[in-house]
């Protein structure tokens, strides 16, 4: 576009609405200038544009945190497998999760005074089938609900996951010596939050001690770290998609009985995001024996 006067305008359509005006050349490096002062609009634009999202105190990884809690990884509390307990699971189970954060904008929350927290409830259900004698496949599909003043709906999430046993050995002598256990899991997951669809996908290493009596009722306390990586797509023009990872810390403890078809657990998980809150929960599970 150009003035009145023929000279050339380049708008800088950045956080600032800059426009760089230049007088009318008629030598032939007249159209070098005009690139120039375009080139120079869009920097000076893209730098107020940083400047004003560092203004907003957003902290470092904390879109990559919303997105997770559009998935299972981060919404729902680890599920203690037959892999990770250390014994054979011999039909299918069924095992139902509830995960709640009290706020998840807390890392946005001023250094005084209140503001408006907004809580998340997700509840799944898993079906778990057995995979040779050490493995576990399973599938999740479940539901995460932001609640706070102008919140509505619940958003689906789903994930597949896997896990196989890598070692199991007794700590001590006799029938009640204690029984550690590693093993190696995965997930993948999708869901949305925040208007960004989310894939993911998690790699970790849990591992369990199992006390009590092997016949009996066994207290197991397990931890799940772990690393995922995410990919976002966002519906919204103009906002950018994320391409992230994040360490992730899991873990509880498991009440099982190997002649009880049902099993408990309490969990709970962690995103590793300066200021966040750690994800609290419950788990209950039929069959697999």
């Known amino acids: 576009m150009t ?13 600032l ?15 070098r200038r005009s690139a120039l002062a375009c080139l120079l609009a869009l920097l000076v634009g893209v730098t107020g544009s940083r400047a004003r999202a560092q203004s ?16 299972p990884a981060a919404s729902l509390p680890p599920l203690p497998t037959y892999t990770i307990i250390g014994i054979v699971q011999r039909s299918p189970e069924i095992a139902a999760r509830y995960g709640y954060i009290p706020d998840i904008t807390r890392p946005l929350a001023p250094a005084t005074g209140g503001h408006a927290s907004h809580s998340l409830d997700s509840f799944g259900l898993t079906g778990i089938l057995p995979v040779g004698l050490g493995g576990t496949a399973s599938v999740t599909a479940g539901i995460s609900n932001e609640r706070c003043p102008g919140c509505s709906g619940s958003r689906f999430m789903a994930s597949a996951a896997g896990d196989y046993r890598l070692l199991r050995t007794a700590i001590g002598s006799g029938t009640d010596a204690m029984r550690l256990t590693m093993a190696l899991d995965g997930e993948a997951g999708f869901g949305r ?6 894939w993911t996908a998690d790699l970790g290493v849990p591992l369990a001690l199992a006390v009590g009596p092997p016949a009996s009722t066994q207290i197991i306390p397990f931890i799940t770290p772990s690393i995922a990586v995410l990919s976002t797509n966002s519906a919204t023009a103009g906002a950018s998609d994320l391409r ?6 899991g873990g509880g403890v498991a009440l099982f009985n190997p002649k009880s078809i049902l099993a408990a657990s309490v969990g709970f998980q962690y995103v590793f995001v300066a200021k966040t809150q750690m994800q609290i929960g419950v788990g209950l599970s039929v069959g697999g024996r």
């Open 3 to 15: 003035t009145p006067t023929g000279a050339p305008r380049c708008a800088a359509h950045a956080a």
């Open 17 to 31: 609405s800059l426009e760089v005006v230049t007088p009318s050349f008629s030598a032939p490096g007249s159209a």
């Open 56 to 71: 907003l105190g957003t902290p470092p990884g904390y879109a990559e945190y919303l997105a997770l809690l559009g998935t």
């Open 193 to 198: 939050f925040m208007g960004r669809t989310t």
């Open 244 to 249: 992230a990872g994040r360490a992730l810390l």
